[in-house]
């Protein structure tokens, strides 16, 4: 367990920092950490059921993750809030329908034509 609250550590340093880059790094530990705890269940389980240190340490760990998962929920939603709002300024200040993704001009007219009154 030792591994795993060392890496849990680093990922809520990695968090605080927003350094998105090192949590993708740590992931294929975490990944086997995990696997390796699942392989492990019924032993883990029966050690905790009979130390009470066991517990208060898996309680603390339970703490950790909980609270990284809520840091990266909230990194989440502030992601999509900033791309929704650059979204919205590209729509509203761009030139938004006129080119296409691959910035070649679009097919289709987006604006329509003025008329001009020319009578003086």
């Given at each position: 367990m030792?591994?795993?609250?060392?890496l849990?550590?680093?990922e809520?340093m990695?968090?605080?920092r927003?350094?998105?880059?090192e949590?993708?790094?740590?992931?294929?530990?975490?990944?086997?950490?995990?696997?390796e705890?699942?392989?492990?269940?019924?032993?883990?389980?029966?050690?905790?059921?009979?130390?009470?240190?066991l517990q208060?340490?898996?309680?603390?760990?339970?703490?950790?993750?909980?609270?990284?998962g809520a840091?990266?929920?909230?990194?989440?939603?502030?992601?999509?809030?900033?791309?929704?709002?650059?979204?919205?300024?590209?729509n509203?200040?761009?030139?938004s329908?006129l080119y296409?993704?691959?910035?070649?001009?679009s097919a289709?007219?987006?604006t329509?034509?003025?008329?001009?009154?020319?009578?003086v």
């Amino acid at each position: 367990m030792t591994e795993l609250e060392r890496l849990l550590e680093r990922e809520a340093m990695a968090l605080s920092r927003g350094a998105m880059s090192e949590i993708a790094q740590e992931l294929p530990q975490k990944e086997r950490l995990v696997a390796e705890l699942d392989r492990r269940s019924d032993e883990i389980a029966a050690q905790i059921a009979s130390k009470p240190r066991l517990q208060k340490r898996v309680a603390k760990i339970r703490g950790m993750v909980e609270a990284n998962g809520a840091q990266i929920a909230h990194l989440r939603r502030v992601v999509v809030e900033i791309v929704e709002d650059m979204r919205g300024a590209q729509n509203r200040h761009g030139l938004s329908g006129l080119y296409a993704n691959d910035g070649k001009r679009s097919a289709t007219d987006v604006t329509q034509m003025q008329r001009v009154n020319r009578e003086v």
